[in-house]
């Protein structure tokens, strides 16, 4: 399957990595729950998402093993059966290691790669680019999805890197934060990168720019995917009405677990997303990974009100299937 930026349109699902009872015992191996990873993916797929991707944050691309990491992985692909694009997230501190997973996940059947720089130490802007660039040499017409996380990444990428990084062909979308930026970076790469908006924002981004704004992520999938694809037939078809009613119920599911205060939930967007998805009640996530695997209480507590939220929602639009 080869992927273009103008085949990036609908709902990018980014899952969790489900994980065995034992996983938060750091004595744990081999914590991926294989069996609750394909009735995850097929949820996911079958109720209408577009894409699915992988080891994000809150995928725990940071704390599990390199074996961990190739099993999940092997899973997704052999369960995705090239049904929807499958972007394997490939994250780690060093150029080699990420482009040896690159490798690794091509060659087990994934269909691009989900790259967030490294993080030891921030890199400006010509680091940047030269890092991705160092992944397309090496991994020549391999789709990329650049993880554009400041909070994780020590940094945001500048609107100037994010010009340079779009003569890459390799390059066909990002994962955007959101906030003031995000226009200015949708004009910045008009139709050559996909820059993808949070679920929550897709609809403003898309009414304001129906042609560029195609696609957005979601890390809800493994919550409710029924309204998710709801809201891509929506925006896709411009029913704009019909997109911002989705996109309302959205932020009112997503507003528990911020709490009001974004820079403390990404402190503990791991913990809390794990209490996210239990409380859905799609899949069994299990615990969260060592070392972050603990959140203050009210911190738990909005993550599982999101996730009950997310399980009337997907009540109400598994019924419109």
């Known amino acids: 399957m080869t992927l273009t930026r103008a085949d990036i349109r609908g709902v990018v699902g980014i899952v969790p990595t489900p994980a065995t009872s034992d996983a938060g015992n750091w004595r744990a191996e ?37 074996d961990e990491w190739l099993t999940f992985t092997t899973c997704i692909a052999k369960v995705v059966r090239g049904r929807v694009p499958f972007f394997a997230g490939v994250t780690t501190l060093n150029t080699r290691d990420t482009i040896s997973r690159g490798r690794q996940a091509i060659q087990a059947g994934a269909d691009g790669l989900f790259v967030g720089r490294p993080m030891w130490l921030p890199l400006d802007d010509e680091a940047i680019v030269r890092f991705y660039s160092d992944l397309a040499e090496a991994l020549p017409g391999v789709p990329i999805v650049v993880y554009d996380n400041p909070a994780a990444f020590k940094g945001k990428i500048s609107v100037e890197a994010y010009q340079k990084l779009a003569d890459l062909p390799e390059i066909v979308a990002t994962k955007h934060a959101g906030g003031p930026t995000l226009e200015r970076d949708i004009e910045a790469v008009g139709d050559r990168v996909a820059v993808l908006p949070l679920d929550s924002d897709w609809y403003g981004a898309a009414k304001r720019f129906p042609e560029l704004a195609t696609a ?20 896709l078809s411009r029913d704009w009405d019909a997109a911002a009613a989705i996109s309302e119920k959205v932020n009112w599911a997503l507003a528990p677990q911020f709490g009001g205060d974004m820079s403390r939930f990404m402190d503990y967007s791991i913990p809390v997303g794990r209490a996210r998805f239990r409380a859905a009640g799609l899949i069994d996530p299990g615990p969260s990974r060592p070392p972050y695997t603990d959140a203050p209480a009210d911190m738990i507590a909005g993550g599982e009100e999101t996730g009950r939220r997310w399980a009337q929602l997907e009540r109400e639009y598994r019924d419109a299937r």
């Open 30 to 66: 081999n914590t991926v729950n294989t069996s609750e990873t394909e009735t995850m993916i097929e949820e996911v797929i079958g109720a209408g998402i577009e894409f699915v991707m992988s080891t994000g944050t809150f995928g725990e691309c940071a704390s599990l093993t390199h």
């Open 216 to 235: 957005c992520w979601s890390g809800n999938v493994a919550c409710a995917p029924s309204p998710l694809a709801a809201l891509s037939r929506a925006v």
